[in-house]
C-alpha cells in the first residue's frame, strides 16, 4: 500500500523558514511526480510546488522565490524549503504523488493511468 509521510511542519514567526520533507512508500516504482498543495481554513485546496521526475518543477505565483521543491534522482522523496514566510501561508500542507500505472486495482491501462496519492497533511503557522 502506497503511503506518504510527511514532517517539518510548524509555528514559525513570519520572515522565517521551515522545510518540509515527505518519503513516498509502499511501491517498487518511482513516482512520475511529487509536490506540495496546501489548504488554509476556508478556502480551497491549492498547488504550492510540484517537481517531476526528471527535475522539472512548477510553483504557484505566490511562492515563487520563497519557496524551493527539491528531489534527488529516483528518490521518492521531496523537500520543501520555504523561506521568507508570511501569515498567509498559514494552511495544512499536503504531500501529493503521482505514479503512471499499467496496472491497477486488477485492471490492464494499455496506455498506461495516473494515479494520485495525498499525504495526511501537516500544520504551518506563521505568526504576524
Known amino acids: 500500500q502506497v503511503q506518504l509521510v510527511e514532517s517539518g511542519g510548524g509555528l514559525v514567526q513570519a520572515g522565517g523558514s521551515l522545510t518540509l520533507s515527505c518519503t513516498g512508500s509502499g511501491t517498487p516504482h518511482t513516482f512520475k511526480s511529487m509536490g506540495w498543495y496546501r489548504q488554509a481554513p476556508g478556502k480551497q485546496r491549492e498547488m504550492v510546488a510540484i517537481i517531476s521526475k526528471d527535475g522539472t518543477s512548477d510553483y504557484a505565483d505566490s511562492v515563487k522565490g520563497r519557496f524551493a521543491i527539491s528531489r534527488a534522482n529516483g528518490e521518492n522523496t521531496v523537500h520543501l524549503q520555504m523561506n521568507s514566510l508570511k501569515p498567509e501561508d498559514t494552511a495544512v500542507y499536503y504531500c501529493?504523488?503521482?505514479?503512471?500505472?499499467?496496472?491497477?486495482?486488477?485492471?490492464?491501462?494499455?496506455?498506461?493511468?495516473?494515479?494520485?496519492?495525498w499525504g495526511q497533511g501537516t500544520q504551518v503557522t506563521v505568526s504576524s
Open positions: 501529493y504523488a503521482v505514479l503512471f500505472l499499467s496496472y491497477y486495482r486488477g485492471t490492464y491501462y494499455p496506455e498506461g493511468k495516473d494515479v494520485d496519492y
